[in-house]
Nanobody
Framework: QVHLVESGGGLVQPGGSLRLSCAASGSIFSINVMGWYRQAPGKERELVATITSGGSTNYADSVKGRFTISRDNAKNTVYLQMNSLKPDDTAVYYC?????????????WGQGTQVTVSS
């Protein structure tokens, strides 16, 4: 059974930072590309960043230079460091294993973690 548990969200002012964490089942973590996704109110869920098991990363244009994805394979945990946050970053953030080809999520979603950027 796959478990994805996101944490670290909260309310932050524009320009601030947050670090999200996602603990994943070992069975899916060790062999998969892991991704962070987000869904803003009234919008489709979108892929924000991915990281391969070897550490190669990719980012959506909207977060390049501000967000950094990383992973700790020993802890089966993936992180998202978010800096210079903007109100447009407000969303529920989710992690999942991602298709190597399309970036599409592979498993059921966890509960997500809410990020709100507001003054």
């Amino acid at each position: 059974q796959v478990h994805l548990v996101e944490s670290g969200g909260g309310l932050v002012q524009p320009g601030g930072s947050l670090r999200l964490s996602c603990a994943a089942s070992g069975s899916i973590f060790s062999i998969n590309v892991m991704g962070w996704y987000r869904q803003a109110p009234g919008k489709e869920r979108e892929l924000v960043a991915t990281i391969t098991s070897g550490g190669s990363t990719n980012y959506a244009d909207s977060v390049k230079g501000r967000f950094t994805i990383s992973r700790d394979n020993a802890k089966n945990t993936v992180y998202l460091q978010m800096n210079s946050l903007k109100p447009d970053d407000t969303a529920v953030y989710y992690c999942n294993a991602a298709s190597r080809i399309t970036g599409a999520p592979l498993y059921n979603w966890g509960q997500g973690t809410q990020v709100t950027v507001s003054s």
